[in-house]
Every structure is written in C-alpha cells, then in structure tokens.
C-alpha cells in the first residue's frame, strides 16, 4: 500500500521521517498535491505492507491518505 501524510508544520514531517526510519520504511517528503491541502504544503509518501495506518498517526498529521494511483482516499483527519 502506498500511503501519503499532510501535516501542519515542516516540523511535522521532520518528525514523521524519524518514526518511517524507526520502522525501517523509506519514506518521500514532497509538495502536497495539487488535489489536496495542508497548512504547511509538505506531505510525506511511503509504502507500508501494513492496513493499520493508525500506528501512523499522530498529533503533528493533519490528513492521512491511500493513494491509488492518482487517486487519494481519505482515511483521517485531525479535528
């Protein structure tokens, strides 16, 4: 599964790096979308054969995404 992250700060996904590295995944920061929006405009890619995105989130992620080729499902976002 191919997953992308939004965050609200650059500091964020700084962060979001360390744990993709912890969990011995590579992960892609890059400009957000086009199609998608976030406060700070940096978003992070990653592939992760796990469903339980969950273990991903956290207070610094504003959206969580599964991306399908172009398209972006919606799987969170922060209140």
Do not use: Q, W
Not at 8 to 33: D, Q
Request: glycine fraction near 6%.
């Amino acid at each position: 599964m191919k997953y992308l992250a939004l965050f609200f700060t650059h500091s964020g996904a700084i962060k979001f790096e360390r744990l993709l590295a912890k969990k011995n995944l590579k992960g892609r920061t890059m400009p957000v979308p086009r199609k998608l929006s976030s406060s700070c405009g940096v978003c992070n890619t990653f592939d992760c054969d796990s469903e339980h995105y969950e273990e991903f989130i956290s207070d610094d992620v504003e959206s969580f995404y599964r991306v399908d080729g172009k398209d972006y499902e919606e799987l969170y976002r922060s209140e």
